[in-house]
């Protein structure tokens, strides 16, 4: 005899009407189905037993997650003749279904039911209290919810927990056997061996599209690697860093920062929704998220930025954002920056997951390389530049002091000597004396012109008397009284060093002149551990720091000393004066 | 484009401040030695005269001058601080606002 399953396997609705998230899977009916076979065998436990052992080999052997659970269903449905079957997959957090796959209820009967359990009622006792149930009539449960409109009627039933090393996957549900009768002790052994069997395959689908998903990462992350490899503009560098993360972390807003001297960083880069107006934008460290983990040095995923004392409430609820990742960026054991993410926006509840921490993590270490690079070529054509540049201006001066100025110098002796013989005649004196005149000036501006060059003093006898030369002539040209004192040993410093400290204190001294109103300016050289520092504070009107743009033309300062590692530190404010900090380190 | 510069109007006592040129527009800001300080400004369209005095009294600080004759008769000498070349290029953008040089 043969016994026809049931017809046109399709959609299950469970035993209640909650939320949740669909997956449906319509099966295509066999030729003779396990079912089938089993019932025409006049199904032996043998018979049945060989059938679950194929049936668990074909479920391990497939990789797609969905086709898995689908043949599950359909297996656990066929073995012991149920009419409707499902399977709930515990979400992360072990309390709810995360997926429910059905099997047994028409499409149409699914669409009126609506949307798909969650895992309350029955359903849900199996999530916290993972052991077999088998139930006559399940509505007559206590647990039971109930069942929403539409449902099929569905009275026996069978739930099986997916476990593995004490880990529950999901629930096998069946309910309703063809036959009229209840499921058997032997219906629940079967199905607790493919529930067993099956959640191997579960683990191995996940774990297959886990890494297939990396893998993918990967590859992207690759693609990416090499784009950064070829950018050596760090200012498009920077900006493909954000554009190409924010990308494989399909996040909301992506920034970049850098340090801004000692105690602050600057937002370089930023891509997504609101990074208008942020770039630019300067904190001190101690004031952001990003600043302090600048600091620690570890990456931080935060799940709810309004409950992190750290993150800024203003830009947060300004920007309307949910949760965020931190990720230092170092190069050579040194922190160059720092690249935060925040609202994943696939996820709808925003977070990130470990994955894109990691996933951050490593794609932050090949950025910050990238950035070291740059920042290096960039370093080493400005300080190509500037040796050129120095070195020119050397030359220049030399030439015009040793040579033009010397030839003045003779013309001046030889008119002195054409005086005396012309002295005899009125006009002739005068003509020559004329002529003294024009040379004695053009002989100060050659040797005014061969000091602004580069003073030789700096080269003869080391910064202290260049900057002593130069801070006298600057105070008899302004007025501006200027106190300087050099707390330094005898020793010379390296030319670059001495030559970046002068130029720091002329440029800063002719800001003053430009911008300061000052009256008074103070200059103190003091040598510290491992370095050398200027400090030059002026009695002026101070200037708002974070306003936009570079009329002071602190941007170029700052670069002279990153050339050579050190740091420019500037405190001001409006009416308050400004003291510079420049320190450069002695190697 | 601001250049620190030692400036007077002619004839006036030194002043030791800036220089702001932009849109045709100069604006001088100084302050004497006795304290005191003072503002210039004139567009650039109303110069009738721009030269450099290389020689003479009309050097300012002991370096040579540049020197703007205004339609209204103020006479402005200027004298930049510690920038090498920029007299030159003063004069040039000067000359090339004031309309006193094709451009």
New interface residues.
Partial sequence: MDVEPPSCPTIMASAEGDGGVVSRRTLKRRPRTLYAQLVGVAATPAARLQALVEAGMSLTSELSLDAVLGRLIQTAAELTGAKYAALGVIDASHTKLERFVTHGVEESTHAMIGSLPTGRGILGLLINDARPIRLHDLTEDPHSVGFPAHHPEMRSFLGVPVMLRGTNYGNLYLSEKEDGSDFSEEDQELVTLLAGQAAIAIENARLYEASTRWSRRLETLNEVGNALATETDIALLLDLIVRRLRELLSAKLVTLSLPHGADEIRIAAAAGEGSEGLIGNVHLLDETKSGRVFQRRRSERVDSLVDDPEVTVEGTRRLGLHAGIWVPMIAHDRTIGIISAADKLTAVDHRFSDDDLRLAETFASRAATAVDISERVARDILRRVVDAQETERRRLARELHDETGQALTSILLGLKSLEETVATSPEAELAVAGLR??VV??L??VR??AV??RPKALDDFGLVAALERLTDT?SG????TVDFEAALPDDRFPPEIETTLYRMV?EA??NV???A?A?RVSILLTQRPNSVAAVIEDDGTGFDPTEPGD?FGLTAMRERVNMVGGTLTIETGQGTGTTIVVEVPIR | MIVAVIWSEVPGSALAGRLELTDGDATLWGRERSGDERTASFSCHDLIDVRIERFGPSRLGGRPTLILEHRSGRLFGISPIDSVGVLGELAERFSLQSKLLPA
């Fill in positions: 005149e024009l000036a053009t100060q501006d005014r012109l602004e060059l600057y040209q302004t007025g501006i002329q001294l002719t002149v430009k911008h109103r009256r009329g």
